[in-house]
């Protein structure tokens, strides 16, 4: 508990499970640190099951497993902090455990680069279970396939200062799944449905499995939305009571701002 795990530069076909609580697993120096795989446990290529866990400058690339739900990071302990570091090609970028109370979900600086798979069930380039927070700041999400850039069933999900986008080649559903509703703050970021989408309804739905989380503020609030469709699409579906807050976004395109409960302001 408490170490330091310093990884040379350098590509590795690897895994690794990780027990140990309050670790740090960092880059050691100039140059990429790369592994891909195969998956340890069936799961990821790092199953970090202790607490506390810091992830730093790594990137993690092209994980799978037959069933379709293979993950660059498999999350199963109760805080977990990933800073610079890359998701390029996995079928999940991160994958929680379904449930972990109090838990939480800290991801920055990095990049989820065509993550995403349909195989067995749907992966995406984060999918959080049910959770205390998920918080996203400065980070980048693009060309993701089939499924979700980012899907969270935690009681509050932040997204802060980062960048959504489909691009040309992404065929994602939604850029933004608040599946069971919660608090959700999604601010100062970039966001853009591409022409391949799966999903030409909406960019951001919240409560689309019902409403199981506790009511808490849905803000929106700084945004840029861009719909390169061609045809009109909805920035923001809420099919949760609680009325959303949007304020001060910028949308591109033929886009309704808001679908359900809330209010729209300049």
Request: net charge positive; aromatic share 4%; with cysteine.
């Amino acid at each position: 508990d408490g170490d330091t795990v310093l990884i040379a530069p350098g590509r590795y076909r690897d895994c690794a499970v990780w027990t140990a609580a309050r670790l740090r697993i960092a880059a050691s120096g100039p140059g990429a640190v790369e592994l891909s795989g195969p998956v340890c446990q069936g799961k990821a290529l790092f199953v970090i099951a202790g607490a506390g866990v810091t992830v730093d400058g790594i990137t993690f690339r092209g994980a799978s497993n037959a069933e379709g739900n293979g993950a660059g990071i498999r999350a199963e302990g109760a805080a977990l902090t990933i800073r610079r570091s890359r998701f390029i090609g996995n079928q999940n970028g991160i994958l929680t455990a379904g449930a972990i109370p109090g838990g939480v979900l800290a991801i920055e600086d990095s990049a989820f680069l065509g993550n995403g798979a349909l195989v067995r069930e749907c992966a995406h380039g984060v999918y959080a279970g049910r959770l205390a927070q998920v918080s996203i700041r400065r980070t980048v999400f693009e060309g993701t396939r089939t499924c979700h850039h980012v899907k969270s069933r935690a009681l509050r999900t932040e997204i802060l200062d980062s960048r959504i986008i489909d691009g040309p080649e992404g065929d994602s559903s939604y850029l933004v799944d608040i599946p069971n509703g919660g608090g959700l703050i999604l601010a100062g970021t970039e966001l853009s449905k591409g022409p391949r989408t799966g999903n030409t309804g909406a960019a951001v739905v919240i409560g689309a499995e019902g409403a199981t989380n506790p009511a808490a503020p849905i803000e929106i609030t700084g945004n840029r939305m861009a719909n390169l469709l061609g045809q009109g699409t909805a920035f923001v579906r809420n099919r949760t009571t609680t009325p959303a807050l949007l304020r001060g976004n910028r949308l591109s395109g033929p886009v309704t701002p808001l679908e359900g409960p809330g209010r729209v302001e300049p």
